[in-house]
């Protein structure tokens, strides 16, 4: 059966904006580039902080997979002059960009367009970051982190200020997995976007789906190089809104938080019954799945 590009994306992200038009490695990695590490950095970034995106590829020991959205068309000048500075201007050998064109960025979902920057990791174990790699992230204080990794760990680790297995996590805080690990973040369309609302409805949803087996590891130095204190839980444009703004429009802010955590706590109830009906569906259960079961009841009654 043969479908459109725009169909194929339709299905494999339900998540992203209708009309949608997808360019792939418009730049590539260098194969055999002699990485320090195995782990793909994912992530997505708007057009107009291209200069972050191309600083943090430089940060990165490993391959980084990065979606660049747009809302210019492809044939615009704006673009053009967009892809001109992108391949001129990068002068990392590991970054791969994909060029995702919308009509709107507030119209997605930003995991969705994380999801995409896992589907396109070359390698087996990747580590997703909701906003972007910060700074600290090739500080000698952090050399040693990716050495605590298990490369055979088949569930998510979340880089957090503490070691646990709770569900505590930091904010915006990245989380390491194989590329291939069946869930995937949750591709939700909400009328406010919100970077930091949505990446803790995936980790919220790891956490559920891996039945107590998923685990944090303590890398403070890593996380104090975000600067996610000064951004606000829901943004109309997805993006960093200024204090000056957050002020003015205060009242409207407050409320738009509201629904959104009540959109979010519905979704976490609506996981859980099904999860739980999955699960109940089975006339017989090992004892593994029985003690997944309890978990998840537990987990659910707890942090839903």
Same mark, same amino acid.
């Given at each position: ?72 068309? *492809? ?93 505590? *996590? ?11 690990? *069946? ?52 943004? *109309? ?68």
């Amino acid at each position: 059966m043969n479908i459109t590009l725009s169909q194929r994306l339709s299905v494999a992200f339900r998540g992203l904006p209708a009309q949608a038009h997808l360019e792939t490695f418009v730049v590539q990695a260098h194969p055999g580039s002699g990485y320090k590490s195995d782990l793909t950095a994912c992530l997505w970034i708007e057009d107009a902080r291209i200069e972050e995106a191309l600083l943090s590829a430089t940060v990165w020991p490993g391959p980084v997979s990065l979606v660049l959205v747009t809302p210019h068309t *492809p044939n615009s000048a704006a673009y053009k002059t967009l892809l001109d500075y992108l391949t001129t201007k990068h002068a990392s050998t590991n970054l791969s960009v994909h060029v995702l064109h919308v009509s709107s960025v507030a119209g997605g979902s930003s995991n969705a367009y994380l999801n995409m920057a896992r589907f396109f990791a070359r390698t087996s174990r990747v580590v997703l970051f909701p906003d972007s790699i910060p700074r600290s992230a090739r500080s000698t204080h952090n050399a040693h982190w990716l050495d605590k990794l298990s490369v055979d760990t088949p569930h998510p680790v979340l880089l957090s200020n503490t070691t646990s297995k709770t569900f505590s *996590p930091r904010l915006l805080a990245p989380v390491v997995l194989p590329r291939d690990h *069946p869930v995937w973040c949750t591709e939700r369309c909400y009328m406010f976007g919100s970077r930091l609302l949505d990446w803790e409805d995936c980790l919220w949803r790891l956490w559920l789906e891996s039945a107590g087996e998923a685990s944090s590891i303590a890398v403070p130095h890593l996380l104090n190089g975000f600067k996610n204190a000064t951004l606000p839980l829901v943004s *109309p444009f997805a993006v960093r809104l200024p204090h000056s703004f957050i002020r003015r429009h205060q009242t409207r802010c407050c409320v738009q938080i509201k629904i959104r955590l009540r959109w979010s706590a519905k979704y976490r109830s609506e996981a859980c019954a099904f999860t739980l009906k999955r699960s109940q569906a089975f006339e017989s259960l090992s004892k593994t799945e029985k003690r997944h079961m309890q978990w998840r009841k537990k987990f659910c009654r707890e942090v839903s």
